[in-house]
């Protein structure tokens, strides 16, 4: 199954949830899409123009770059501006073992990710849609899961979150009692 079925069934699932025909599992209007990592280019392509679509057709319909709310939300973590990012990591890294610094920023990123997401979403209400795309580019920081389970029941429109993966839960593999995962509520369509 390729890009056109895939697309066109989560099409089909969107408009339903925003007309109220449709109602997506467990009631929650999240939708993960998981695709092959070597159609990153194409996926990105193929949900803009779904965004596009959905707009064509009245609907609100935004595409949000993760990799734009990940810098937000490290700059917020470390006090600075994001032109300053690049620096303050650096000197970071010098002073703190890789492992360790990653640590830390996992910890605390996906609160600050999170906050800059809710206020960019604030005015989106039930009937508009947000594709966030660049999940992949987060990982090991940030998985789809934890993303979602902080989202849920902080913003009004449906969400779609595409992310590469070569099997269904590669990167949703944290454990339930896990903090940063285990979240698997909504809609999941897999790469067939």
């Known amino acids: 199954m390729g890009w056109h079925e ?48 959905l707009q064509h057709h009245g609907w609100e319909a935004t595409c949000i770059s993760l990799l734009e709310i990940f810098q937000q939300g490290i700059a917020a973590l470390l006090n600075c501006q994001i032109s300053e990012l690049g620096e303050r990591l650096r000197i970071l890294e010098q002073e703190h073992e890789r492992t360790e610094l990653q640590g830390r920023i996992s910890e605390y990123l996906p609160g600050e990710m999170v906050k800059a997401l809710v206020e960019r979403l604030q005015g989106m209400t ?7 795309l660049r999940m992949g580019a987060l990982y090991p920081f940030l998985r ?11 913003v009004a429109c449906a969400i779609v979150l595409p992310y590469p993966g070569t099997t269904l ?19 999941m369509r897999p790469w067939r």
């Open 126 to 132: 039930r009937e508009s849609v947000a594709i966030l």
């Open 6 to 53: 895939v697309v066109q069934e989560l099409e089909k699932k969107l408009k339903g949830t925003l007309q109220g025909t449709y109602r997506p599992l467990d009631n929650v209007a999240f939708f993960r899409v998981q695709y092959p990592p070597a159609e990153e280019r194409e996926a990105l392509r193929q949900f803009r123009l779904l965004a596009e679509r």
């Open 169 to 187: 839960g590669a990167l949703l593999d944290a454990t339930p009692a896990d903090p940063r995962g285990g979240y698997y509520r909504g809609e």
């Open 144 to 154: 789809p899961s934890s993303l979602l389970a902080k989202l849920e029941g902080r």
